[in-house]
């Protein structure tokens, strides 16, 4: 794919306003020769593949090629492509870049991975971009502006076969920094979510799902091991779960 001709279609689950929708907007305009966004209005973090069938969906104009749906990210993309790019679909989707790191068990809850297996599922190469923060207050966006071009170019060399999207996760150090792109496999946390109770002020009980906690060390050749030390993760997903390995065992033992 020739960057410098193609047409990109940007989507986030943070919403139109989001400040990581305009990094990875000022890069794409650098990169590619149209760039088109079409976002949610609002923050859809943690939606997942989410998509709106019980009521209508709105697609808001706000400027030039820039479209805002008040739906989920998933929403978002099938808008783009089928509606608002309908004439001239896009060659490459990108989403993010999210306000904090989709890794391990995150993908899975993830808006901003689910925008990218949108477009995976409607037939094009798609990359999810996350910034991994330690502190929400300090996210280092200039981070992943530095390196979301060099990823990019990187990655359509390889010519992904369909049915599987790109999870790209930077990691919070400056950019000069970092040590590097690696290819790596989705990992895995031990701890679950963090639960807080509390009382709302009518006076009865909720609890509010907190950050999922780190663990100190993770398994080399994950996306969690490499963002903590420092490194650029690339994981590819795919649509299709099934576990190719148990489905023989299966097999094998059917009487
Ligand atoms: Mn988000």
Wanted: charged share 25%; hydrophobic share 40%; glycine share 10%.
């Amino acid at each position: 794919m020739n960057l410098a001709k193609a047409r990109v279609l940007i989507s986030n689950d943070d919403g139109i306003h989001a400040p990581g929708l305009k990094v990875v907007e000022r890069v794409a305009k650098k990169l590619f020769k149209e760039v088109w966004v079409v976002a949610p209005e609002t923050e859809q973090s943690a939606a997942s593949h989410s998509l709106t069938i019980r009521q209508p969906l709105r697609i808001r104009k706000l400027g030039t090629r820039r479209y805002a749906v008040d739906g989920t990210p998933t929403d978002s993309v099938l808008l783009g492509v089928q509606e608002a790019m309908r004439d001239c679909p896009p060659d490459l989707v990108l989403s993010g870049i999210n306000r904090g790191g989709n890794l391990g068990e995150d993908v899975t809850y993830s808006g901003t991975v689910a925008a990218a297996m949108e477009g995976t599922l409607l037939g094009l190469p798609s990359v999810a971009l996350s910034q991994h923060y330690l502190d929400r207050q300090k996210v280092s966006w200039k981070t992943a502006e530095y390196w979301t071009g060099k990823v990019l170019r990187q990655l359509v060399k390889l010519d992904w076969p369909r049915g599987v999207l790109m999870n790209v996760n930077f990691p919070d150090v400056p950019a000069d920094d970092v040590t590097g792109i690696e290819y790596v496999r989705q990992g895995r946390r031990k701890i679950g979510g963090d639960l807080k109770p509390g009382m709302d002020p009518r006076g009865d009980p909720y609890f509010w799902i907190g950050a999922q906690r780190d663990e100190e060390k993770f398994r080399p050749g994950t996306d969690l091991e490499a963002v903590g030390r420092g490194a650029i993760a690339v994981t590819p997903l795919t649509i299709d779960m099934t576990h190719v390995g148990m489905l023989k065992k299966m097999r094998d033992r059917q009487p």
